[in-house]
Nanobody, 123 residues
Framework: QVQLVESGGGLVQAGGSLKLSCAASGRTSRNDALGWFRQAPGKEREFVARITWRGGRTDYADSVKGRFTISRDNAKNVMYLQMNSLKPEDTAVYYC????????????????WGQGTQVTVSS
């Protein structure tokens, strides 16, 4: 089992920044990658970014490229999402997830999920 706990969400004005954290515990060595997904009210959950646990290879959704940066600290078992130049359309619940399929951006390939953290961007 893998446990994931997100933190760092909040309310920010458009153009501002937030940094999300995801603390992983349990059998983390089994997981090839960690990812961030988000879900806005009335919309499907969507991929935001992912990072492989060992090599640090990253991938981003087109909507966040150049604004968001994913990173991880293997020693601390923590993943981060630095979000800059935030827009109202970034408002959503952000979820941390883990997968043994390192190259996937599909939510159904992720078997472990955190509880989510709310990010609200005001215009």
């Amino acid at each position: 089992q893998v446990q994931l706990v997100e933190s760092g969400g909040g309310l920010v004005q458009a153009g501002g920044s937030l940094k999300l954290s995801c603390a992983a515990s349990g059998r983390t060595s089994r997981n090839d990658a960690l990812g961030w997904f988000r879900q806005a009210p009335g919309k499907e959950r969507e991929f935001v970014a992912r990072i492989t646990w060992r090599g640090g290879r990253t991938d981003y959704a087109d909507s966040v490229k150049g604004r968001f940066t994913i990173s991880r600290d293997n020693a601390k078992n923590v993943m981060y999402l630095q979000m800059n130049s935030l827009k109202p359309e970034d408002t959503a619940v952000y979820y941390c997830a883990a997968t043994t399929t390192g190259g996937s951006s599909r939510s159904h390939d992720y078997g472990w999920w955190g509880q989510g953290t709310q990010v609200t961007v005001s215009s």
